[in-house]
């Protein structure tokens, strides 16, 4: 998979920066808002809030799957 196209997102528990999301799922906030969730590949959990231009673009380059 082309790493240059990967969510990356902050990680809370060891708070590095960047760090590129593996298994993502984008889905739907309440307001209508895109959120992309997945893992760092360690076991931590990992979130990014992102706009609708770059979340469908990830769905489309197959770097995330679609959850709504």
Same mark, same amino acid.
């Given at each position: ?20 999301? =593996? ?33 469908? =673009? ?11």
């Amino acid at each position: 998979m082309d790493t240059s196209k990967m969510i990356t997102a902050y990680c809370l528990k060891t708070k590095e920066k960047n760090v590129p999301m =593996q298994d993502a799922v984008i889905s739907k906030t309440a307001k209508g808002g895109y959120m992309a969730s997945g893992h760092d590949g360690k076991g931590n959990k990992m979130a990014a809030i992102m706009g609708e231009a770059k979340a469908l =673009q990830a769905i489309k380059d197959g770097v995330a799957t679609k959850g709504f």
